[in-house]
């Protein structure tokens, strides 16, 4: 891979180590995947973060990297979803061993220039690439929503390459960063419409058909920006696909060359939701907000949750960012008076929710219902929110 004098000084130990061994993790991917040279990055998206998945060497690891002095790169760069809501574990019985690592990770990750928003839905609060734009994001489902539904160009990062990428502000050019690599060839023909909950059921199955390949939709009606985030969620997490095309929907829908198709129908959808629930009782606890909820989510909760009682327990997960906008719109306050929650900055799934004395996990995106029994080893009920919330 070709590099830059400056690039060859940044691998040699003159900016620093913390720069040398970022530059090496670039490199060392770039010769694995054959990449021409480096590629100057707008956006950095970084993943790694809850203490579930990283664990004590994952802390080790970041706090060593931030204890050197250096100079971070301007690029716009935020993280995954924690294992806690950060500032206010305790009041929702966060393990207390597991919140004080939590944030210790978090704050090394401010210490290598990371913005310490915690969320999945990064493209909501303000870190969102334009057209074209080269990007290195490491969370799936916002891979497969920034390639497809914004068309900047990411692949599918881990954490330390994302984290790598966005110390150095450039990434490795191959892969979905060349527009050759960008072309759908199979076309799903969905030949009914299509519900909000219904956009993750479509993105399971065409996910498990697929796997890494770009799929392209025809759809008979129009999505809407959540769909968009939910249908991304359930294509990167029940296969490996990073990028999507729609017919007159997405910026780059005409990239494709399709060989052959495939018909969905409304049979296809009923039946793979009902399969991903795992058991018929109630759930004991209501997560919403996979991936993270957006203001309008949050709304549609309010006036569903507004002037009752809830009776099983319910969070919505969110950034803090569109947490403070709900504020300020009375939503949380209508949440709060029926019973539920809004936790800011993790999730279902990277939280440590089966010690938390929850059985049941009542949930209205299929990404989080494929990972609740694998990463969580509970129960899980997939439905729509008006089903999976009870009163009293
Ligand atoms: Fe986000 Fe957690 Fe779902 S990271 S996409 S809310 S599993």
Redesign the pocket.
Known sequence: MYLTQEEEDMSNGEYGETIRKSMDILIALGEIYEASSLVDISSAQV?GVSYKTIGDAGLEYLEDLASDKFECSNVNSTL??AGTDLDNWETFGFPHDFSIKQNKIVDAYGKLGINTTC???PYLIGNVPKFKDHVAWS????VCYVNSVIGARTNREGGPSALAAAIIGKTPMYGYHLYENRIATLSFEVNTNLKPIDYGSLGYIVGKQIGSGIPYFKLKNNPSNNDLKTLS?AL??SGAVALYHIEDITPEYENCEIEDKITISENDIIETKENLSTTDKDPDLVCL????ASLEEIKEIAYFVNGKTIKNELWV?TSINIKAASDRMGYTKMIEKAGGHILCD?????APIEDMGYERIGVN?A??AN?VPS?CGLDVIYNDLTELVKFV
């Open positions: 993943s995954n979803p969320t999945c839905t969370e799936s489902s916002a969620a990167a997490s907000g996979c991936p993270h997960c993790t999730c279902m799934v990277v995106s990404k989080a990972y990463m």
